[in-house]
């Protein structure tokens, strides 16, 4: 009986950098893509947001889906061999959470250019908490395989002496073998991996779900500390297959976009925030000196225009969430006019810029095509 190949675990960032494809073995054993921190894919499971979903089938049904992680985005093709992962995907409203378990496959158009896709064997809807416990276990072995690799650069060792060293680190034989090959085959490796290692911050950064988020003094934490100064670890924990079925997890819900009414400028309410998407919204609330009745208060504004303390401001990203919400008729928000309508709130551009792309990576909004935004 064949091994069945387990399902690694990598970021988009990841995958789409790879370009390592190789076949071992006679025409029945299994093709493999090398990432260029020695994860040998043949299958692989992710979660993210479907953010686009397209049929580009002539006379039979070719389904093409855009599934974003923090990182980046997966490429998806099902067509008439995979017949219940078209019917899934046909049958998904987008913007929603999935995950997917899938063949690795490559596509290369011409010499010395090569784009990755997933081709899907299981498909589930999911929620943002399984998401998010994605992204950390993600985070957790892609940071220890780049550990390994920045050892077997640095040993000087190469062929089996590089692979049994890898695997007294504890590396599996068959991720000592991917790292033989990463190594020999990527150049600037240690100047991607360096990139990479800020990806896996920012990705544990951008949790949205509080209990997910790495808590002082846990593993995940101390390993986002050590992959901010570069450090290699001293092991490595093995893939495991994805176990995740459509009974344990439940569909993501999506915000009905709010209607304009008068003006799309954010209210200033007096009462607390209830707006729970984001742990990093602060609630608002008028300070008991903000009026001084028929007098100016202490900063030059009259009772007609109580003062906003500067520490109660939203955070730009949630103001920007608000107005994409407010403007939104239904097609999504032009992003020229959401700067502009941004800047009016007292915005600036560089806020506006850094806002857009917090809420891209925390899965809050996407591009359903170029220019314009939508709300997740």
Known sequence: MVEREVAWRVFAHEFI???YFFHDGDEFS?????????????RLYFVGVLTEIDNLGAGEDMWRARVSDPTGAFSVYAGQYQPQASVFLSG????????????????EPEDGTIYTSVRPEELNTANDSIRDRWIVD?????????????????????????????????????????????????????????????VIVDALKNLTSADQYPSPGTGISHAMEE???????????????????????????SPEPAQPTQSPQPARSTEPA??????HIVQSTEPENARVAGKEIDDGTTDSEPARPEEDKPEPDEMVYELMGIMD???GVPVTELVDESKRSGLTDEQVDGA??????????YEPRIGVLRRV
Do not use: W
């Open 17 to 19: 950098h790879s370009d």
């Open 30 to 42: 299994p093709n493999y893509l090398v990432t260029p921190t020695g994860a040998r894919v043949n």
């Open 92 to 107: 998904l409203d987008v913007p929603c959470f999935v995950a997917i378990t899938g063949k690795a496959r490559t596509y």
């Open 138 to 198: 993600t985070a957790r072995l892609t940071y220890e395989r780049i550990g390994l690799v920045r050892s077997a650069m640095d040993s000087g060792l190469k062929g089996d002496e590089l692979t049994d060293m890898l695997v007294q680190s504890g590396a599996s034989p068959k991720l000592a073998n991917g790292i033989l090959r990463a190594v020999s085959h990527y150049t600037d490796l240690d100047k991607y991996l360096n990139t990479l290692s800020g």
């Open 227 to 253: 992959v901010a100064r570069s450090k290699p670890a001293d092991a490595m924990v093995k893939e495991t297959p994805a176990r995740y079925s459509i009974e344990d997890t439940q569909p993501a819900q």
């Open 274 to 279: 209830q707006s729970t998407q984001s742990p």
């Open 329 to 331: 008729k239904g097609n």
């Open 356 to 365: 857009v792309k917090t809420l891209m990576s925390e899965g809050r909004c």
